[in-house]
């Protein structure tokens, strides 16, 4: 019989993230088809009443907490002593956490203390016939391959945005409240502080309905011969701002920084869509003045409707990468979208 732990940080305002209600789903999804299951929450962070209250409604039929300032900043000694502890106190079989970017830093380790097995980048968890299979992408997102386990325990890390999030209602849940005992040498390292980019320089935005390529084509020579990197900028930013759209990138693009030739200064690999990039998660993407190529386009296995801006009719996009290819100037298509979206009130 599993008992199924869902583990998860508070953020910083003590509320949870979408990742966690994601990561929820998926175990109380699980906990539904595994007859004789039990579903447990294990909450780490300053105070987790207002977290564990926040999901009570959902069915988890027991919370614990480790709580206090020590567990507050994510560090690896007391992030994965606290996980441990809540793991032995709840007596899981199976722990379902988000990946993220705490997470998957310290969950594989306390896998191992344990003796068990951890998976990455999960995204899906089933049960046919009491048994437990998960799947997760191989091969940069171009194979699936699905596993079972029966090494226990199992920490299985669900891969933000590939799940539905659970919109289990609040309540009051009681909180059971787990003792960490903490060395000197588990402090060792603090947090002295979060350096992020302001708001609005943000612009690799998960959450977003749409995902913006550019490629190279932005910085290259025009049909007049030059090329038009100040233009290109002003377009680019005003579509961010009128679509809230997530920005990525062709490597071609964020590559030329590196050999020192100029730029759009708010591109950083960071943006990169690709085999060596990103594979983001987004309903719809459009890329602008990018050629295609394979390995770009198979960090677009999870955009679902896929459109391209290209001047060149037989590029990648054409070849069955994309649903809809605009044979067309992206400077001219998109300064006219622009132009429709500041008549629509959205720039
Ligand atoms: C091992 C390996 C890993 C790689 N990993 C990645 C990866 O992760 N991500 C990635 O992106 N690439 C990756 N690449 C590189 C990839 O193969 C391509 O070189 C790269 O994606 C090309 O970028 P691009 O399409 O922006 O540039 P280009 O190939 O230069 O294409 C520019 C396009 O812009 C068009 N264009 C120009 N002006 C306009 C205009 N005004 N309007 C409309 N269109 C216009 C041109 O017609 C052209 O099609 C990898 C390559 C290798 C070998």
Redesign the pocket.
């Known amino acids: 019989m599993e008992t199924i732990l869902v583990l998860a940080h508070t953020e910083t305002d003590g509320s949870l993230a979408k990742s966690v209600r994601e990561a929820l789903h998926a175990a109380a999804t699980l906990h539904k088809s595994l007859a004789g299951s039990k579903l447990v929450v294990g909450l780490i962070g300053d105070n987790v009443q207002a977290a564990a209250n926040s999901i009570a409604a959902s069915p988890v039929t027991k919370y614990f907490g480790v709580t206090g300032a020590d567990f507050t900043p994510s560090r690896y000694a007391t992030d994965a002593a606290a996980a441990e502890a809540v793991f032995k106190a709840a007596q899981a079989t199976v722990v379902v956490a988000p990946a993220t970017s705490r997470w998957a830093r310290v969950l594989p380790g306390v896998a191992q203390r344990l003796g068990g097995r951890a998976d990455t980048h999960v995204t899906g968890v089933s049960a046919e016939g009491g048994k437990i299979a998960v799947s997760r992408w191989h091969y940069r997102q171009r194979m699936e391959a699905v596993l079972q386990r029966s090494q226990r325990p199992w920490f299985i890390l669900i891969d933000p945005g590939s799940q539905p999030a659970c919109d289990c209602g609040a309540g009051t849940a009681a909180v059971e409240n787990v003792a960490v005992p903490l060395s000197d040498a588990c402090k060792r390292t603090t947090v002295v502080g979060v350096r992020a980019p302001a708001a609005d320089a943000q612009t690799i935005r998960p959450d977003a309905q749409l995902l913006f390529v550019?490629?190279?084509?932005?910085t290259?020579k025009?049909a007049d011969g030059q090329t038009h990197l100040p233009e290109a900028e002003t377009i680019i930013r005003g579509f961010l701002k009128a679509s809230r759209a997530s920005l990525g990138?062709?490597?071609?693009?964020v590559d030329q920084s590196g050999e020192g030739q100029a730029v759009l200064p708010f591109l950083s690999h960071l943006n990169?869509?690709?085999?060596?990039?990103a594979t983001p998660r987004h309903p719809k993407g459009l890329s602008?003045?990018?050629?295609?190529?394979?390995?770009?386009t198979?960090?677009w296995r999870f955009i679902n409707e896929r459109r391209a801006?290209?001047?060149?009719p037989n590029?990648?996009w054409a070849r069955g990468k994309a649903d809809v290819l605009y044979v067309?100037?992206?400077?001219?298509?998109i300064s006219k979208v622009n132009e429709l979206l500041a008549a629509d009130g959205k720039a």
Not at 214 to 218: D, H, I, L, S
Not at 309 to 312: A, R
């Open positions: 550019t490629g190279a084509g932005w290259k025009q990138s062709s490597k071609s693009l990169q869509v690709g085999q060596t990039g602008t003045c990018c050629h295609g190529e394979e390995p770009h198979v960090g801006i290209s001047l060149d590029c990648g067309a100037d992206a400077f001219a298509v």
